[in-house]
Structure formats: C-alpha cells, structure tokens
C-alpha cells in the first residue's frame, strides 16, 4: 500500500491549498485517514481525520480553516487548508489505516511566507 501526498507550496498568509492523499489501494473500508504535520523542533500532530462513516475530527485550533474530505472513487484523501498562517508551515503527512494496517505517504511541505 502506498499513500501519495501532493499539493504542497508556498503560499502567503491568508491564502489557501489544497493537499491530497492518493492511495494504490481502495480507501472505501479504511478506518482512518489522517492528516498529520510536523514543522521543525516540533512534535507530529494530527490536524485532521476522517472515518468511513464519514465522520471528521480536528483540533479546536484548526476547526474553521481546515477541511478534510475524501473520494473513495478516487482513493483520495483531501485536506483543504484555507487563511493559513506562518504557524502552519510544515511538512503535511497523510496517515491510512487499512485493513487494520497503518500506513504513512512521504510528506508534503507547505510554506506560508510573504
């Protein structure tokens, strides 16, 4: 299983990206799909998941400016990051657990900088 990542950039405060998450698998049944980060010196924090059901959780500092959904057509994983701050630079990772298997994709990095 590999999960893909995508979308990172550099972008100035106030705007947006979108990152996906491809999977070589299907994600219909997955249990979890996650989105991570972790920026320099810091620890790797979950910034939000969804569940099959469809259900989505974030941290209270996110909730707003973070959406994530999923295409399980397309095996893909979305997190749309909308007025991003400095503070939220880091390489973005997506996490799957499938059939009960976690996997992680290889990072994406996003810059917010003016």
């Known amino acids: 299983v590999q999960l893909q990542a995508s979308g990172g950039g550099l972008v100035q405060p106030g705007g947006s990206l979108r990152l996906s998450c491809a999977a070589s698998v299907s994600i219909a049944t997955a249990m979890f799909m996650g989105w991570y980060r972790q920026a320099p010196g810091k620890q790797r924090e979950l910034v939000a998941s969804?569940?099959?059901?469809?259900?989505?959780t974030y941290p209270d500092s996110l909730k707003g400016r973070f959406t994530i959904s999923r295409d399980n057509a397309k095996n893909t994983v979305y997190l749309q990051m909308n007025s991003l701050k400095p503070e939220d630079s880091a390489v973005y990772y997506c996490n799957g657990v499938i059939m009960s298997i976690p996997y992680w994709g290889q990072g994406t990095l996003v810059t917010v900088s003016s």
């Open positions: 969804i569940a099959n059901s469809g259900r989505t």
